[in-house]
């Protein structure tokens, strides 16, 4: 900011910034009335550009450096003065200090998806964002063209404007390239480099320069996304059957840890998947090479199924008399019962049947009565 001291018993005006923020591109020398003194002191530090503004007419500009504001430091403002016929006296005017360093790490980002015709996969909408530098490079026409009277110009108010040159000519470099999404991601140097040449043709009538953009990512739509992962997943399948019989086998292992869950149904597609991987395994057998060479041997064909196994014949107990006997096969049953040693009263008991009964109540041993012969009519 100005400072003011009294050396030798007058006063001098001393005139400089020191900006303690990160995103100031302009800042105006504050003194009342706007007067400076003949002789004053101007700093000027590295990175800054200091600019004069004379009733409304830009007069000087001065680049890093220590001035003393006087007729031989000051071209332009001697003639707007006359200083040349000896007039020293105090003059009004607006100083303007410029930031002419690097403003890095800014954002862009396209808003809406860039539509391109991609070799591979047709029309395809992306997007892309990054960051880049910028910086002043002709302080004058920054002020005229930009500023004007703007007395703190900061990186925010025209960081709009430039993202929106950075959006349309991404687009178009992007878009034009005719290079594959796949591949763009090896590229985005290169594209970069021609999106920031581009940027800068505008910039240049600003007074702006792009040292740098970087495009961090590009991205597709999540569909596509979605889709290219299938088809990435696929690819490390390899062949095509051997997925097939994986998933089949990863179903299966999933229906049998969970057998609450519609188990009749998980096994049946269980099953259903493995005799179709029994198949197609037996296909590939088939399909194989015969020796030396030979032309493929044609698949043999499925022999049938075999027979389910015979059920199971239960065995019984008989209990008589508070004695318990057996156990008996069925067939014993009905030689007893042939012999008078077993009827309809006696009670039976099997494995897994809920305590004793008669005979006649359990169907299995109840058909052994329904073949014997009725009693002899009395009198016969």
């Not at 200083?83 to 809406?112: A, Q, V």
């Amino acid at each position: 900011m100005g400072i003011f001291d009294f050396l030798s018993g007058q006063f001098i005006d001393v005139i400089h910034w020191t900006d303690d923020t990160r995103d100031t591109m302009v800042w105006r020398f504050e003194r009342e009335g706007h007067e400076i003194k003949y002789g004053a002191k101007l700093t000027v530090r590295e990175g800054q550009a200091a600019v004069f503004v004379h009733e409304g007419q830009l007069a000087d500009v001065f680049t890093p450096g220590l001035y003393m504001l006087e007729t031989n430091n000051m071209p332009i403002m001697t003639t707007l003065q006359h200083w040349d016929h000896g007039f020293k006296s105090p003059f009004k005017s607006e100083i303007y200090f410029i930031s002419t360093t690097r403003f890095n790490d800014l954002k862009w980002g396209t808003k809406n998806p860039v539509m391109l015709r991609d070799p591979e996969f047709g029309p395809t909408r992306i997007r892309a964002f990054g960051s880049y530098s910028i910086r002043v490079t002709e302080a004058a026409r920054f002020m005229t063209e930009i500023v004007g009277t703007d007395g703190e110009f900061t990186m925010d108010e025209i960081s709009y404007q430039i993202r929106n040159i950075i959006v349309q000519e991404a687009s178009r470099v992007i878009a034009g390239s005719g290079i594959p999404v796949l591949d763009m991601a090896a590229n985005t140097g290169d594209m970069g480099k021609l999106v920031a040449a581009e940027v800068s043709k505008t910039l240049t009538e600003y007074g702006l320069t792009m040292p740098e953009l970087y495009i961090e990512n590009i991205s597709l739509p999540p569909a596509v996304e979605a889709a290219l992962d299938k088809r990435t997943s696929m690819g490390l399948a390899g062949d095509l059957g051997k997925f097939t019989q994986y998933s089949a086998a990863e179903a299966m292992t999933s229906a049998a840890q969970n057998p609450g869950g519609g188990g009749t149904m998980g096994a049946g597609l269980g099953a259903g998947m493995g005799m179709a991987m029994g198949n197609m395994m037996m296909g590939n057998q088939g399909a194989q090479q015969g020796p030396w060479g030979a032309a493929p041997q044609p698949a043999p064909t499925a022999a049938p199924a075999p027979p389910p196994p015979p059920p199971v014949e239960h065995v019984w107990h008989i209990a008589k008399n508070g004695l318990t006997t057996g156990p008996f096969s069925k067939a014993r049953l009905g030689q007893m019962a042939t012999e008078g040693a077993f009827d309809r009263d006696t009670h039976v008991w099997t494995a897994g049947q809920d305590g004793w009964k008669k005979a006649e109540d359990v169907q299995e041993l109840a058909q052994l009565f329904t073949i014997l012969p009725p009693p002899p009519p009395p009198g016969v």
